[in-house]
């Protein structure tokens, strides 16, 4: 991924951690606002296996799923862009099912129930690719 667009993710991840914080979210002792990032490229064959063939998650420098907004540049500098086919929506599954809160070990779609709410951003670049 280019710079550009690393540091577009890192700053954007940063002012609305920050906008969460002054809205009193994320402030609760022990309990911080927590972000994870999902790629979701992979090449022109839908058997493509390479570590990034759809969607996955990349992690901080020391191997975390889930992580603090700093952490976010750290896995984010990871990301690369010459996938062929990518779709958003995909990636969007595999996050509710994928992703756990490492306090409470739950899926995203079962948060709710412990009074804590997702939010999921799609960002991406292009329309979306659907496999065959």
Not at 54 to 75: C, I, K, Q, W
Not at 95 to 106: F, G, H, M, R, Y
């Amino acid at each position: 991924m280019s710079r550009t667009a690393n540091e577009w993710l890192h700053q954007m991840v940063q002012g609305l951690d920050q906008s969460l914080r002054r809205h009193g979210i994320g402030l609760y002792p022990g309990i911080p606002n927590q972000y994870s990032l999902v790629g979701f490229g992979r090449g022109r064959s839908p058997d493509d296996t390479g570590a990034h063939a759809g969607p996955h998650t990349l992690t901080d420098n020391a191997g975390r799923r889930v992580y603090s907004a700093g952490g976010f540049r750290e896995a984010s500098s990871k990301l690369v862009t010459s996938g062929s086919l990518e779709d958003g929506y995909l990636s969007v599954k595999y996050a509710l099912e994928n992703i756990t809160d490492p306090q409470s070990n739950a899926q995203l779609l079962r948060l709710k129930q412990a009074h804590i709410a997702p939010i999921i951003i799609l960002v991406t670049d292009e329309d979306r690719d659907r496999h065959a």
